[in-house]
């Protein structure tokens, strides 16, 4: 009996150790490109054209890394120096695409980038890779995701994300554009980045460790062990 318990735990700090970050979206890596952008940006003097492009993933858990390639239009910047100047980001997750229709924000964080490299895969001197690193977010399985940057129109312009064709996490081209206060006047408040011109993924890339469910099933297998031979 004890021999059988120390082999279970043993397994079970085995999976502990196991629990080693997760890709939940990969859509920047690969060849193809695409420098045009989806608005996704939290506009504090138009708030009715606040937005997001949603990407769903595969998986779940406790997110630890974060990144998007992004690009600024209708921008009266000029150059890369003046991109970031310490801008946040509204990094939020949901539960549905239903969800990111009804709540733009959802579960949110707003964070400043870890990391900022000017134009990651030449599309442009106004385009960035934004990377934010300890995240500490929760993700739900099978869930959708967005980043939004933070600013004004007046100011900043748009803030986009950058279209991409390839990569892997969550079903195949099917990010959306979502808006729920109606600013853009699409039909149900979103639509498809294919509908509007952009390549139909988003360029995001998505880290986490992953639920720990299997251990939860093996820690539930080994309590109904021990009960078992504690019977008389």
């Known amino acids: 009996m004890k021999h059988m318990i120390g082999v279970a735990l043993g397994c079970l700090s085995l999976g502990v150790a196991a629990q080693a970050q997760n890709v939940l979206i990969d859509h920047l890596n690969g060849t193809q490109k695409d420098g045009v952008s989806a608005a996704s940006q939290v506009f504090g003097d138009i708030p009715t054209y606040s937005c997001s492009v949603v990407d769903d993933y595969t998986g779940g858990g406790l997110i630890t890394t974060a990144a998007a390639d992004m690009g600024l239009f209708n921008s009266p910047y000029s150059s890369f120096a003046q991109w970031d100047a310490g801008r946040f980001y509204r990094l939020a997750v949901y539960s549905s695409l239903a969800n990111a229709i009804n709540d733009v924000a959802a579960a949110s964080t707003t964070l400043?980038?870890?990391?900022?490299?000017?134009?990651?895969?030449?599309?442009?001197?106004?385009?960035?890779?934004?990377?934010?690193?300890?995240?500490?977010?929760?993700?739900?399985?099978?869930?959708?995701?967005?980043?939004?940057?933070?600013?004004?129109?007046?100011?900043?312009?748009?803030?986009?994300?950058?279209?991409?064709?390839?990569?892997?996490?969550?079903?195949?081209n099917n990010a959306e554009l979502v808006n729920p206060a109606g600013g853009f006047g699409l039909p149900g408040n979103h639509v498809p980045l294919s509908q509007i011109g952009v390549m139909p993924n988003a360029k995001y890339y998505l880290e986490a460790v992953p639920e720990p469910a299997s251990l939860v099933a093996l820690g539930a297998g080994l309590a109904a062990l021990v009960a078992r031979r504690r019977r008389p």
């Open 112 to 172: 400043m980038s870890s990391s900022i490299v000017q134009d990651p895969q030449g599309f442009g001197p106004l385009t960035a890779r934004v990377t934010f690193n300890n995240v500490n977010m929760f993700a739900p399985v099978n869930g959708w995701f967005g980043i939004q940057g933070i600013g004004t129109f007046s100011a900043d312009g748009q803030i986009g994300i950058l279209g991409s064709s390839y990569g892997s996490g969550g079903a195949a």
